[in-house]
Nanobody, 120 residues
């Protein structure tokens, strides 16, 4: 079983920065990929950023050049550095881990979410 706990959300003014952390209860080296998604009120959940076990990264178009995802396997933690924040970045941010187990197959795990609010 894998448990993901996000932290680092909060209220920030437009143009500011926040760093989100996602601490995994188990070793994340098994994860095919880990990522951050977000969901704003009345909108669908969307991919913000993802990082594979090999270190390749992928970003949503709206955050390219502003957000950076990284992972520290030794600390079982994934980070999302968010710079130049905009009011439209306001959402609940969820950490995700995609893991393939030998018997159970591939499972997606989700954290409980952390609120990010950007004021104009």
């Amino acid at each position: 079983q894998v448990r993901l706990v996000e932290s680092g959300g909060g209220l920030v003014q437009a143009g500011g920065s926040l760093r989100l952390s996602c601490a995994a209860s188990g070793s994340i080296f098994r994860a095919n990929a880990m990522g951050w998604h977000r969901q704003a009120p009345g909108k669908q959940r969307e991919l913000v950023a993802a990082i594979t076990s090999g270190g390749s990264t992928n970003y949503g178009d709206s955050v390219k050049g502003r957000f950076t995802i990284s992972r520290d396997n030794a600390r079982n933690t994934v980070y999302l550095q968010m710079n130049s924040l905009k009011p439209e970045d306001t959402a609940v941010y969820y950490c995700n881990a995609n893991i393939t187990w030998p018997v159970q197959g591939t499972i997606d795990y989700w954290g409980q979410g952390t609120q990010v609010t950007v004021s104009s």
